[in-house]
């Protein structure tokens, strides 16, 4: 059985040949990590760490917040992470996490919100009688007594913020939604909410029954798209000067 990810699918549907050096070949990547990823990983660990501790009823004061992402992000940082944007620093990078952190505390606090779980790992049945299945971690799963609905969150440390069409076609959340329902029963109300943290911006959505059961097949149809792939070409945008296996890629050998 091969476990994917929605990270999997994307990395194909991006770049066939990237996807077969990570997953197929496995090769080692030209640097470890990019200072953005540092920063979410970061930002996230912090979140993670704030809300385990609301579960536990204590909600820690802002200036701990701080002190924990700073530690994190000092306990983690490498030289070698790679800055793409020519005009910025890795304290650039640390700056705008303290930003993101004080301006979510200030807008969320006290977090009353109906935590029930943090980092919660899903997986995603497809078809009882395939041999794959979708795995993922929830970044923070909610039940929202008031309104009897699961909420399921998720943070994004990007600086841009996507066209509207982007989340009432998301296929992470929305595969996120149909390991909740499969868990807690289809009659649940599920709302999809994502917290771009460089806009300070809250952004919800939702999908019908009607809605998973196409991306359950739109899902499968894709795995089996890969699995029966042998042809695996470069495919060059935008995304190149973040990819960690640009130096191994024959597009980019001597240009």
């Not at 841009?160 to 009432?168: D, Q």
């Not at 809605?211 to 495919?235: M, V």
Request: proline content about 4%; aromatic content about 14%.
């Amino acid at each position: 059985m091969t476990v994917y990810s929605h990270s999997r699918l994307s990395t194909f549907e991006q770049c066939k040949l990237k996807y077969k050096f990570k997953y197929i070949d496995k090769l080692t990547p030209d640097f470890e990590k990019s200072i953005e990823a540092h920063l979410g990983t970061c930002v996230h660990d912090t979140l993670e760490w704030l809300y385990s501790n609301v579960l536990n009823d204590f909600i820690p004061e802002l200036d701990r917040i701080i002190e924990f992402y700073t530690n994190k992000w000092q306990e983690d940082y490498k030289e070698n992470f790679k800055v793409v944007r020519k005009d910025a620093k890795p304290e650039d990078y640390f700056s705008k996490g303290i930003k993101f952190l004080v301006d979510y505390y200030l807008k969320n606090s006290p977090f009353q919100d109906g935590t029930i779980d943090v980092e919660k790992e899903v997986y995603i049945i497809l078809d009882e009688t395939s041999p794959h299945k979708i795995k993922g971690f929830i970044d923070r799963l909610v039940f929202n007594k008031e309104k009897n609905r699961y909420e399921v969150h998720d943070y994004k440390t990007a600086s841009s913020l996507p066209n509207p069409n982007k989340f009432e076609n998301d296929r992470q959340l929305a595969l996120y939604s149909l390991a909740i329902k499969q868990t807690y029963g289809y009659d649940k109300e599920i709302i999809l909410i994502w917290h771009y943290l460089d806009h300070n911006k809250r952004i919800e959505s939702k999908r019908t029954n009607e809605q998973l059961e196409n991306l359950r097949k739109q899902t499968i149809e894709l795995i089996e798209k890969i699995e029966k792939t042998k042809e695996f070409p470069p495919e060059p945008s935008a995304l190149c000067d973040w990819c960690e296996y640009r130096d191994q890629c024959p597009y980019w050998k001597g240009r």
